[in-house]
């Protein structure tokens, strides 16, 4: 192989950032990546098929942690870190590849843009908790709709005859909808309100109090990015926030075990169940790509950030480990919740509580039975509301981060470009403040299941095929210092490939069940969001071989090729060149024709 600079290839050679900064801590890019975990919308997609298994279902998590999640870590690591850049630049490996880093950054805003209401339902329910009595309490909540709330479930046998013959969510099977509260407090927001906010929404009218709220999460992001935008200070208040969210959580898990059939939830939690185990085996593949967070890119471009020797390979099992801890504790939590409201029905009758998002809106009527209600409230939805803004800030991160690497121009403007990339999701995000965006952008989450195993393969072919494993395995040692073995490079090439294909054939079947329940809009927005990005990868890749020059095959092995591929400190760099063998690997004047078997 070849190695080119820029100047050979005929493009504009990468320019380095050497005012981009480093992580204050080691730890901070840990905890930078741990928090990805946070993002728990995977609680509320799809929650019975992935996490209504408990404990002994995550065991063969596991398992493909070291078959695959770990070993993709350390790619996306030593991408990253080797480069010193984000996830477009990253990509000077193989340019034929680079579409890749800009379609991360496509799939990175719009998962932006459909997350921004996990942040502002928290900051919903925690600014009304302040009041003296909290809205969605049984002492506040006004009942005008007449309907079975869990306020007025403990009424007699005769009463309750009545209450259901009248009650028009009875069905066939004699099952009703016991109401949750504080479901119906965020309902309420919108004008119709039994049309139903997650399944068959028509009705599309803004709800200008959650475009409020949603304008105030913004707001917090800007400030956190005028005074937080440092790198150092950035890692260091991530820090902070994921251990004030852990901390928090904690707290509130130890309250609520007190509450009704919390113990039978624990107790069915971790129980041993066979059946589980092997739900698990089928489903946790997929669970094991979210460690990538609601983006693709993020741990690659979070890794730059490390010092060039930093030990990539415990810090990728620490992670790992890390995250199955986040996995595990909101787990709990949620199961008490479920069995909470599992445990209020009357005798004599099925009745179903109304849990929608459990975490989110369910919890608050929870929350309202106990003694100091209101503190415990505030406790809970800042936790929640902290770990959406982990999450959020993160992903702008890494995407500004990618984008003042790639182009130059931009690094003069920073500021600018921040708050107009803010400003931009803000705009965006408003099409979450009706029905109509709650609902159809729940699939979002789904969909990118399918892009993200896609890429995944992609960049194990782009690594480990078209660079080459002997070349990836001599770039890894130099830079950790110690040796790679070879049998973690065959499971690269050959194992992992065989789970991510399978996780893409879940990922398929999921997101078709999840249609079954849309519009026909949100399979046409889903396919622009899938399709497009999957298109686009090829299609720059030609665009590279395009610029090129000589017959089509030189073309196209000179776009693989890497161009002003060293490490970026010049000490790193000069021994990097020792190593390879050619003092001219980069040189810009000269024309290297040396093959590298």
């Given at each position: 192989m070849v190695y080119e600079s820029s100047y050979e290839t005929g493009r504009k050679p990468f320019t380095p950032d050497m005012q981009r900064g480093k992580w204050e801590k080691p730890t901070d890019f840990i905890f930078a990546c741990c928090g990805l975990a946070l993002k728990l919308d995977i609680f509320v997609i799809s929650y019975q098929l992935i996490f209504d298994m408990g404990l002994f279902a995550i065991l063969p998590y596991y398992f493909y942690m070291a078959l695959y999640l770990v070993p993709l870590l350390v790619i996306h690591s030593f991408m990253g870190q080797f480069s010193s850049s984000g996830f477009i630049s990253a990509f000077r490996l193989s340019p034929f590849f680079r579409g890749m880093g800009y379609v991360s950054v496509f799939l990175s805003i719009a998962s932006l843009i459909y997350y921004a209401i996990?942040?502002?339902?928290?900051l919903i329910f925690l600014l009304h908790s302040f009041r003296p009595t909290l809205p969605w309490s049984c002492e506040g909540f006004k009942n005008v709709w007449n309907l079975t709330t869990m306020c007025n479930m403990n009424i007699s046998e005769s009463d309750a005859i009545s209450t259901l013959a009248n009650e028009t969510d009875f069905d066939v099977l004699h099952m009703t909808e016991t109401h949750v509260p504080s479901v119906l407090f965020f309902?309420?927001?919108?004008?119709?309100?039994?049309?139903?906010?997650?399944?068959?929404?028509?009705?599309?009218?803004?709800?200008?109090?959650?475009?409020?709220?949603?304008?105030?999460?913004?707001g917090i992001i800007a400030f956190i990015f005028r005074n937080y935008s440092e790198t150092s200070k950035f890692g260091k208040l991530l820090r902070y926030m994921i251990l004030t969210t852990?901390?928090?959580?904690?707290?509130?898990?130890?309250?609520?075990?007190?509450?009704?059939?919390?113990?039978?939830?624990?107790?069915?939690?971790?129980?041993?169940?066979?059946?589980?185990?092997?739900?698990?085996?089928?489903?946790?593949?997929?669970?094991?790509?979210?460690?990538?967070?609601?983006?693709?890119?993020?741990?690659?471009?979070?890794?730059?950030?490390?010092?060039?020797?930093?030990?990539?390979?415990?810090?990728?099992?620490?992670?790992?480990?890390?995250?199955?801890?986040?996995?595990?504790?909101?787990?709990?939590?949620?199961?008490?919740?479920?069995?909470?409201?599992?445990?209020?029905?009357?005798?004599?009758?099925?009745?179903?509580?109304?849990?929608?998002?459990?975490?989110?809106l369910s919890s608050a009527s929870a929350l309202a039975t106990?003694?100091?209600?209101?503190?415990?409230?505030?406790?809970?939805?800042?936790?929640?509301?902290?770990?959406?803004?982990?999450?959020?800030?993160?992903?702008?991160?890494?995407?500004?981060?990618?984008?003042?690497?790639?182009?130059?121009?931009?690094?003069?403007?920073?500021?600018?470009?921040?708050?107009?990339?803010?400003?931009?999701?803000?705009f965006c995000s408003l099409l979450l403040s009706t029905q109509?965006?709650?609902?159809?952008?729940?699939?979002?989450?789904?969909?990118?299941?399918?892009?993200?195993?896609?890429?995944?393969?992609?960049?194990?072919?782009?690594?480990?095929?078209?660079?080459?494993?002997?070349?990836?395995?001599?770039?890894?040692?130099?830079?950790?210092?110690?040796?790679?073995?070879?049998?973690?490079?065959?499971?690269?090439?050959?194992?992992?490939?065989?789970?991510?294909?399978?996780?893409?054939?879940?990922?398929?079947?999921?997101?078709?069940m999840e249609h079954m329940f849309q519009s026909s809009l949100m399979l046409y927005i889903s396919l622009i969001l899938v399709i497009v990005p999957l298109i686009f990868i090829p299609g720059y890749g030609m665009y590279i071989t395009y610029q090129n020059t000589g017959g089509f095959c030189n073309r196209f092995r000179r776009a693989c090729r890497p161009t002003d591929w060293y490490p970026q400190e010049m000490e790193d760099r000069q021994q990097y060149e020792e190593v390879v063998g050619n003092s001219d690997v980069t040189h810009q004047l000269y024309e290297v024709t040396e093959e590298v078997n």
């Open positions: 996990f942040a502002t339902v928290p309902k309420q927001h919108f004008k119709s309100l039994f049309d139903g906010i997650f399944i068959g929404v028509t009705d599309s009218q803004f709800s200008w109090t959650i475009v409020g709220f949603s304008v105030m999460i913004w852990l901390a928090l959580l904690l707290i509130c898990l130890s309250r609520f075990i007190f509450l009704p059939g919390a113990l039978d939830g624990l107790t069915h939690y971790v129980k041993p169940h066979l059946d589980s185990t092997e739900n698990g085996i089928i489903v946790m593949v997929v669970v094991a790509l979210q460690a990538f967070g609601s983006g693709w890119g993020s741990v690659m471009s979070l890794s730059s950030f490390n010092s060039f020797k930093t030990n990539i390979m415990s810090y990728s099992w620490i992670i790992a480990f890390g995250q199955t801890l986040v996995y595990i504790l909101f787990g709990m939590v949620s199961f008490i919740l479920q069995h909470y409201f599992q445990a209020m029905k009357v005798d004599s009758f099925d009745l179903y509580a109304e849990t929608n998002w459990v975490l989110y106990l003694e100091w209600a209101n503190l415990w409230t505030i406790l809970y939805y800042s936790m929640l509301l902290i770990s959406s803004l982990v999450v959020m800030i993160t992903q702008i991160f890494t995407v500004l981060t990618s984008l003042f690497d790639e182009f130059e121009f931009l690094r003069e403007h920073k500021q600018r470009v921040t708050y107009g990339f803010i400003g931009f999701l803000g109509h965006g709650i609902v159809f952008f729940s699939a979002v989450s789904l969909d990118s299941i399918l892009t993200h195993s896609v890429m995944h393969l992609l960049l194990i072919l782009a690594v480990l095929w078209i660079y080459g494993r002997e070349r990836f395995q001599r770039d890894i040692e130099f830079m950790l210092g110690q040796p790679f073995a070879s049998w973690k490079v065959f499971i690269l090439r050959f194992i992992a490939p065989l789970f991510l294909i399978y996780s893409l054939l879940m990922g398929l079947l999921m997101a078709s």
